[in-house]
């Protein structure tokens, strides 16, 4: 299984950013996805949560720093994953990684893509 994130950058205040992970060798529909953020000196956080459902659906799960600014959704046919990232701010800058967990509780992390809001 491999994850493959991309997206990151440099964006301003109030921008918008889609981030997106490509899962290999994996059987997506049944997983839970995630995405996860880590700034300097701080402890990696959990985003959003994305378990189950076609493309376009799924359960779905946010931090409260993010709710209603960032979305996350899932295309089964491309495999991938993305976080759609609206009226960003500083404190939305650091690494982002996207995390997949199997049925069976298995774990894969993704190499992590940075994004940095400042203007």
């Known amino acids: 299984v491999q994850l493959q994130a991309s997206g990151g950058g440099l964006v301003q205040p109030g921008g918008s950013r889609r981030l997106s992970c490509v899962a290999t060798?994996?059987?997506?529909?049944?997983?839970?996805y995630a995405w996860y953020r880590q700034a300097p000196g701080r402890q990696r956080e959990l985003v959003a949560s994305i378990t189950g459902g076609l493309t376009g659906g799924g359960r779905t799960e946010y931090g409260d720093s993010v709710k209603g600014r960032f979305t996350i959704s899932k295309d089964n046919n491309k495999t991938t994953l993305y976080l759609q990232m609206n009226s960003l701010k500083s404190e939305d800058s650091g690494t982002y990684y996207c995390?997949?967990?199997?049925?069976?509780?298995?774990?894969?992390w993704g190499q992590g893509t940075q994004v940095t809001v400042s203007s």
């Open positions: 995390h997949m967990k199997n049925p069976r509780g298995a774990m894969w």
């Open positions: 060798n994996t059987f997506f529909t049944l997983n839970t």
